[in-house]
């Protein structure tokens, strides 16, 4: 398939046209801006049908092997797509936890019946995709995960509950890491993987209401539910190794997701287009030296985001600390997004106190909800702190 | 915001590193480290040149003073972006040479001088003549215009401060004042009256910087140089100042960090080596990723420098400028964690955080601090 750079501009065209024409009329309901915060019927229909029409117009999993339904290109194809996706501010493609972390960890590490089962319906959202890491009372502390599965035959019982379930109550599979040796030497050596059905007796969930006030995470409750062993992933034991590499690719550490598109974008033109629009003292806020001091100071580390990306590609400017832009990558930017967003609900004067249901709300109330959605993503995926960690530990070889 | 609407698209992420970058990067890390161990820069913090003449004609040797010059004055023409992977090096081994002043003064005779000055002055500099920039009247690098005065008999009046490396400059590049407008002035080392050369006490022991009174001293007419478009080319100095003392910083965070990094994980207090505690991790962390942005910044800047062949657009200033505003950042609190993470030794001399925290000081006013920077940044990005 060709790369070359005129095919590229052309193809990069043809998608830009694609979506200028498909991009659907505002529902007239507010969106979810991330994969996380999808918490309505209405929202969740919206959303299959538009990844189903991204899907069908050839725009999804174009990197994804063909015949498991992807389109077998060069991943620079779906760049270029998640690319004007994020410019044109499309809606986002939610199936994410299918798309971006159980698909490629299937095709990677799976069976061949494990890929012809489940690759097509993560692609065509028949398949809604959720993930069962976190335990109520085992968050950062993965690897200390309770949740047993006790081998009964031809079957597991599960017993225990996982948390923080996005696409909890919508998902027909989850990826599910539970103990099946309870005295292993090392906790981590006595986890297991399981792709297993939502749709289960003895499986249930119960939405959770977040900070936004939404729903769209549920904790999820497993009461002597019974699976096929056929869900178990790899081997006994294998829990960890699989549970680490589906983190490499939530962390997008590793390539190969059917997209990366799974958040609208918020970035300082936006904040700067409020502070054009909103008085204060009598004049835009723009105007204002010291708003436009933050507003420069934004701005610098955004281009430094996009630019880390950059010369990640060129190892020759990477040799310090090579692991150091990999690993910083996911904490960098939802740090930086949440100051943003944070300042963009001071900046509104006496309207930083309305929420997103007061009609004289700023732009809907956008930055407050976008505030407090950012935490999901501070949070979510290992928290800052333990990103810091992590970068200490492994980029800049600190002692645990 | 709303649905659909097309965002603007920033062209302004170019990112390119050479083979001819690498080998020059590669080469100019292996010389400084060889021509500057913490020690050889301890032993020339009290000599009043502050740095060895042997090392700076081994410098010569290797072509770096001729890199951004012309071929037909002798240079190999690469332009500033194989400057940036030499003062990165530099910076990174606290190195001390008259390079950067050397650069930027080849700069200003470059663009500002006359084919006959050019031929006169260029070849000589890059044979190793050691040139520096006379351009503050006083401390403020945002005065826009100078109170120096070069009078129609072509006699100068004034002080300039912030003279680098005056001790052993032979030609003094001074912008003064004449017939209303800003000019260069070519003066050589021996039109200075005795005692006209103060050095300053420089926060930096391993910088030398001096105070010259030109008063007095009269030039001839070929000594003032040709273009008149000065204030422009004086701008754009300033720029590649800016971004090569960014380049200089963020080598010089690196090793700070790296200095940092060694005693976390060699030393140990209430039984635990002080690396294991997130106190002083995630900070670790913090200086990590602040030199990372200031490193991306500054190879942008250069890799814009080299597809406008030299011409400084919007971007380029747009990304100098961000380039010295985040390494300025990087290594202030790169070098004020160091002091701080390595307690009580941080506070003596001995230790080497001294070193950085005043390097840091000193390089975070050179061409400009980060506010300086920020603020003509907001009428390019905001505008």
């Known amino acids: 398939m060709n790369t070359d750079p005129d095919t590229l501009t052309a193809f990069r065209q043809e998608v830009s046209a694609w979506l200028v024409d498909n991009i659907p009329e505002n529902p007239g309901f507010l969106l979810p801006l991330t994969f996380m915060e999808v918490g309505t019927d209405e929202q969740l229909a919206f959303l299959v049908a538009w990844q189903r029409k991204v899907y069908e117009a050839g725009y999804l999993g174009m990197s994804w092997p063909q015949e498991y339904g992807g389109g077998g290109k060069p991943p620079a194809y779906q760049n270029i797509v998640d690319k004007e996706l994020a410019r044109h501010k499309a809606p986002i493609i939610f199936n994410s936890i299918g798309l971006g972390w159980a698909g490629p960890l299937i095709l990677e590490m799976g069976t061949e019946a494990e890929k012809q089962r489940y690759i097509k319906g993560i692609l065509t959202a028949e398949d809604i995709w959720c993930q069962g890491f976190s335990e109520p009372d085992n968050g950062s502390d993965l690897g200390n995960a309770q949740t047993r599965a006790v081998r009964d035959g031809d079957e597991y019982v599960i017993n225990g509950s996982k948390i923080w379930t ?14 099946t040796n309870p005295e292993t030497k090392s906790k981590y050596a006595g986890l297991s993987f399981f792709l297993s059905p939502m749709q289960a007796p003895g499986i249930s969930t119960s939405p959770i209401q977040k900070i936004t006030g939404e729903y769209g995470f549920a904790q999820t409750f497993f009461d002597d539910a019974r699976i096929s062993v056929g869900c178990l992933m790899g081997e006994e034991g294998d829990g960890w190794k699989l549970a680490m590499r589906t983190l490499e690719y939530e962390r997008s550490v590793e390539g190969g997701q059917a997209t990366n598109y799974k958040i609208t974008a918020i970035t300082s033109d936006d904040l700067i287009e409020t502070c054009r629009s909103t008085q204060r003292d009598g004049k835009p806020l723009l105007d204002d030296p010291v708003v436009q001091d933050q507003l420069v100071q934004f701005i610098m580390e955004e281009r430094n985001l996009l630019l880390n990306q950059k010369r990640g590609d060129l190892p020759d400017l990477c040799t310090d600390y090579p692991l150091s832009l990999m690993l910083s990558g996911k904490l960098e930017a939802t740090e930086l997004f949440r100051r943003m967003r944070q300042y963009a609900v ?15 709300a700023l732009n809907g109330g956008i930055w407050q909800h976008a505030y407090f959605n950012n935490f999901s993503a501070t949070i979510g995926g290992g928290t800052s702190q333990v990103q810091n960690n992590i970068i200490a530990e492994h980029a800049l070889g600190l002692p645990k | 915001m709303s649905l659909g609407q097309v965002v603007k698209n920033l062209n302004a992420d170019s990112m390119r590193f050479s083979e001819e970058q690498k080998m020059i990067l590669e080469s100019s890390r292996s010389f400084c480290r060889d021509t500057s161990s913490i020690e050889q820069v301890r032993q020339l913090l009290e000599s009043p040149q502050g740095y060895d003449e042997n090392v700076w004609q081994q410098l010569v040797a290797l072509g770096w003073t001729g890199i951004a010059i012309p071929e037909s004055f002798g240079g190999s023409e690469l332009g500033i972006e194989a400057v940036v992977p030499i003062v990165e090096s530099m910076g990174r081994s606290l190195s001390a040479t008259p390079f950067i002043p050397c650069t930027l003064a080849a700069q200003v005779i470059l663009h500002a001088a006359s084919p006959e000055q050019q031929l006169r002055w260029l070849p000589k500099m890059v044979e190793g003549q050691v040139a520096t920039l006379a351009l503050l009247d006083n401390e403020d690098w945002g005065a826009t215009t100078t109170t120096h005065q070069l009078s129609d008999e072509l006699v100068l009046q004034g002080e300039k401060w912030f003279v680098d490396d005056a001790v052993t400059a032979e030609l003094f590049i001074v912008l003064s004042q004449y017939q209303g407008s800003a000019r260069f002035v070519v003066v050589e080392r021996n039109q200075l009256p005795e005692g006209a050369i103060q050095a300053h006490a420089l926060i930096d022991e391993t910088k030398r910087s001096a105070k010259i009174d030109f008063t007095a001293v009269a030039v001839s007419a070929d000594a003032v140089l040709a273009e008149e478009n000065t204030q422009e080319i004086l701008d754009d100095i300033k720029l590649i100042g800016a971004l090569l003392t960014a380049a200089e910083a ?98 003596t001399y001995e230790c080497d955080a001294q070193l950085y925290i005043r390097r840091a000081q000193w390089s975070q006013q050179q061409f400009g601090d980060s506010a300086h920077h920020r603020k003509r940044l907001a009428p390019l990005l905001l505008g």
């Open chain 1, 346 to 360: 001071s900046l509104q004067g006496a309207k930083g106190g309305l929420y997103i249901h007061d009609a004289d």
């Open chain 1, 166 to 179: 996005t696409h909890g109550p919508y998902s027909k599979y989850m990826i599910l890491l539970a103990r």
């Open chain 2, 250 to 347: 963020v080598g010089t965070t690196s090793s700070c960090l790296n200095l940092i990094v060694e005693y976390l994980k060699t030393r140990k207090q209430f039984g635990k080596l002080i690396g294991s505690y997130q106190a002083l991790k995630h900070p670790s962390v913090d200086i990590l990723n602040k030199l990372e942005g200031a490193r991306s910044q500054v190879y942008h800047a250069a890799t814009l420098f080299e597809e406008g062949k030299g011409k400084i657009e919007r971007d380029l200033e747009v990304a100098c400028r961000m380039a010295k505003a985040s390494a300025n950042d990087a290594l202030l609190y790169a070098g004020d964690r160091a002091v701080q993470f390595h307690g009580g030794m941080g506070f």
